[in-house]
């Protein structure tokens, strides 16, 4: 537009002159606009501001007036390199130069107003599209710094549970263990009560470490509804189900503990009432909320509010929905039948009930410090054209009913444009933006009638909005039709040429320029809401971890203290050697869970299979086990060793638990094909169904994805005669190409044969 002007006032030389500075005051731009080139120019930005000033205000005295619409660009850069403590300081600074510019060119008032503004103006969309996008770049880069700090937040949640819940108990049997040990050869009697108390700790602490496991999986209420049903109608429970929750639709938090409160629940049911019916109803109400109703007709006792620290099961379930911005009542109903009711937010919740915001809360429409910038930058960027096409309404000589129509017509739109620049206020407009958006077309032409071509910038925040609202084919289409009617009707009207450019232009920038806005507004809150989920997933992937860990090092570790001290404890009477050395193995083996609760909370622990067939054997010997090994597994890769020493471990807690095995035979072999393949057969199993889900909290759905992630697999099958056979195979050698960590959300299947 600065060249059409000059085109009128000088001749081609000056206008060759003209043509290379503004190059030059292009490029300079752009280098200031850019995060990139200004970090390499650093101080040397300074320098090419410095410049760029002069190149900006020097020509006045050459080109005269029609230079200072490069100003707007000076005023951007201004913006955008110099210190926020400045930057303002100049920005008012330059306001006043623009305005004795304009005043010693021999300007009226709405002139002396409206040059300063629009050119003020102009600099701030520069800076505002400079500024928006190195956020959203900022915002991108600190995805990974937001995940890592939601991780060490949940690690040090852990940290706590854990140590609450076993490292008093490990302690307790330490201790103990160390006193049963120098009671023997003394005080038999004595030792044996101490052994009960070691069987009691260590029968507890295995409890309180599957507590910690379930708590810490995602679980499905889908799945959790399913079992039940199941359940109560085998305890001849008449159950009836609603549900109303589309699956997927939940935060996995919620649903969660809406999965565990319906298990305690029904555990309660089957537990303390004599139940003949049953109702589960799970629904979305109309406020956002996911409500879970236990009914039934068994309940003796009055009802009374769950509370942290009752001892209960549902209290602790009641802080875990406070925690979620919901809430737990237990209450009875019309016909006297108690009814246990969950409600929490079906989307994420960053704060307790108590302190979350209602929804037309400042603080919630706009979450972060970003996407207020980009607001205030939406709103700066639509109050200066506002401005500007107010400076033309009063540049016109109009009657005062006509001035006031006009403006009046230009705050509706303003409006308007407000609405269609915040995307929550989009989405709730549905299809009725269709009708603000007819509404913004009328505004913007039909004062044309009376303005003329001055209205003309009004067209450009009406195509803003068609780029906003409409899918992208038609919003384009219809962007450059409305763009080009200014200026076709500009000369149809007679208006030079020059002019019907600058109507064009005009409208497009504008247009171009309040949809970018918006967009970055758009791009910041999409970021924010991903950020979170990442940050979320990579809680869930801990809490996994945390899980399969707790389950693995200590679930074993604890059996065998229990297996352990009940050997003990017969073994006092009559052979008190052999006791007191099963009760070092104790101590060894409580020592090693209180190392191994460290471990579980800083991460993985690399484990040796050697050291765990040993352990093994020590453990089966003692439960009156006869293990046969056969071991030629040749190098192995640390990977495979710990998967496999912890498939080892996880087998022999299930042969210990799960049956009534006389002999075992432990096999570790190398097949043709460069993998090691681990056999674990016993007798004594009786044929079970095994959950070997995630969610089932089952070692072996753990050992599925710990194999899978190393590019191996898990097989079990029962044969005849009670014979119960595990095997795991696993490349020798970690190969580069095997594909990252498995997802926790896509399971492998354990293969059963």
């Not at 910690?212 to 209420?221: A, P």
């Not at 930058?377 to 200066?384: G, K």
């Not at 039909?446 to 071509?453: D, E, R, S, T």
Request: hydrophobic share 45%; proline share 4%; with cysteine.
């Amino acid at each position: 537009m600065c060249m059409l002007n000059l085109y009128e006032v000088v001749g081609p030389g000056k206008l060759i002159w003209a043509g290379v500075l503004i190059a030059v005051l292009c490029a300079l731009q752009c280098a200031h606009s850019s995060s990139t080139v200004r970090g390499r120019l650093g101080r040397c930005a300074y320098l090419t501001l410095a410049a760029q000033g002069v190149l900006t205000f020097l020509p006045l005295t050459v080109f005269g007036f029609y230079w200072v619409t490069m100003a707007g660009l000076f005023v951007g850069s201004v913006l955008v390199v110099l210190p926020p403590r400045l930057t303002w300081v100049l920005f008012g600074l330059l306001g006043v130069v623009l305005l004795a510019v304009t005043v010693h060119h021999g300007y009226g008032w709405v002139e002396c107003v409206y040059w300063p503004l629009g050119l003020e103006g102009c600099g701030f969309i520069v800076f505002g599209l400079s500024h928006l996008s190195k956020r959203i770049r900022d915002l991108r880069d600190a995805r990974t710094e937001l995940a890592q700090a939601a991780v060490t937040k949940e690690r040090l949640a852990f940290a706590r549970d854990v140590n609450d819940l076993l490292g008093s108990s490990l302690s307790a049997i330490t201790l103990k263990s160390e006193l049963v040990r120098r009671l023997i050869p003394t005080r038999p009697d004595r030792a044996v009560d101490e052994v009960a108390g070691v069987l009691t700790v260590s029968r507890q602490a295995l409890s309180n470490v599957r507590a910690v496991t379930k708590g810490y999986r995602d679980m499905s209420l889908e799945r959790e509804i399913t079992s039940a049903r199941e359940v109560l109608d085998s305890a001849d429970v008449d159950v009836r189900v609603r549900t109303r929750v589309t699956v997927g639709t939940v935060d996995r938090r919620a649903e969660t503990v809406l999965a565990a409160v319906l298990r305690e629940a029904v555990t309660n049911v089957l537990r303390h009432s004599r139940a003949t019916t049953c109702d589960i109803t799970a629904a979305r109400t109309d406020h956002g909320m996911i409500r879970l109703s236990v009914t039934n007709d068994g309940a003796a006792s009055a009802p009374r509010a769950p509370s942290e620290g009752d001892g209960t099961g549902l209290g602790s379930l009641a802080a875990r929905l406070r925690a979620l911005g919901g809430g737990l009542t237990a209450d009875r109903t019309a016909d006297g039948r108690f009814r246990l009711v969950a409600e929490v937010p079906a989307e994420h919740a960053e704060a307790p009930a108590a302190h979350r915001r209602r929804p037309n809360d400042r603080a919630s429409l706009f979450p972060t410090p970003a996407s207020r910038t980009a607001l205030g930058i939406s709103v700066a960027v639509l109050l200066d054209y506002v401005a500007t096409i107010a400076m033309n309404i009063l540049r016109r000589d109009m009657s005062a009913t006509a001035t006031l129509a006009c403006l009046a017509a230009l705050v509706v739109s303003a409006a308007i444009q407000c609405v269609h620049f915040c995307p929550r206020a989009r989405r709730r407009l549905g299809r009725r933006a269709y009708v603000t958006l007819g509404v913004q077309g009328v505004l913007a032409y039909l004062p044309i009638v009376v303005l003329g071509q001055w209205w003309g910038s009004m067209a450009g925040f009406f195509c803003g909005s068609l780029l906003l609202l409409l899918p992208a084919r038609p919003a384009w289409a219809l962007y450059w039709v409305v763009g080009l009617s200014l200026p076709v009707s500009a000369y149809a009207g007679g208006q030079a040429g020059s002019w019907c450019y600058y109507y064009g232009q005009s409208t497009l920038l504008c247009g171009i320029v309040v949809y970018a806005i918006a967009h970055f507004y758009d791009v910041i809150w999409q970021l924010h809401r991903t950020r979170d989920g990442l940050a979320r997933a990579a809680v869930a992937q801990e809490r996994l971890r945390f899980a399969r860990d707790l389950h693995d090092l200590l679930g074993y570790s604890l059996s065998s203290i229990t297996l352990k001290s009940e050997l003990v404890r017969r073994l006092i009477p009559v052979r008190p050697e052999q006791a007191m050395a099963e009760a070092d193995e104790v101590l060894a083996v409580a020592r090693q869970s209180l190392a191994d609760v460290r471990t579980v909370v800083s991460g993985y622990r690399d484990l040796c299979l050697e050291d765990e067939i040993s352990s093994a054997r020590s453990v089966l010997c003692a439960a009156g086990i006869a293990l046969y090994v056969e071991c030629a597994p040749g190098p192995v890769g640390p990977e495979a060793d710990t998967v496999l020493a912890t498939v080892l471990r996880e087998a022999v807690t299930n042969l210990l638990r799960h049956s009534k095995a006389r002999h075992c035979t432990l096999a570790v072999v190398r097949t043709s094909d460069d993998r090691v393949r681990l056999t674990v057969r016993n007798d004594g199993a009786a044929p079970a169904h095994r959950d070997t889900s995630p969610d089932g909290g089952s070692g072996l759905g753990n050992l599925v994805v710990r194999l899978a992630a190393v590019g191996g697999r898990l097989m079990y099958e029962h044969g005849e005669n009670g014979t119960f056979r595990l095997t795991a195979e696993v490349p020798a050698q970690r190969s580069a190409s095997l594909p990252a960590p498995v997802d926790p959300v896509n399971e492998p299947e354990l293969a059963v044969r």
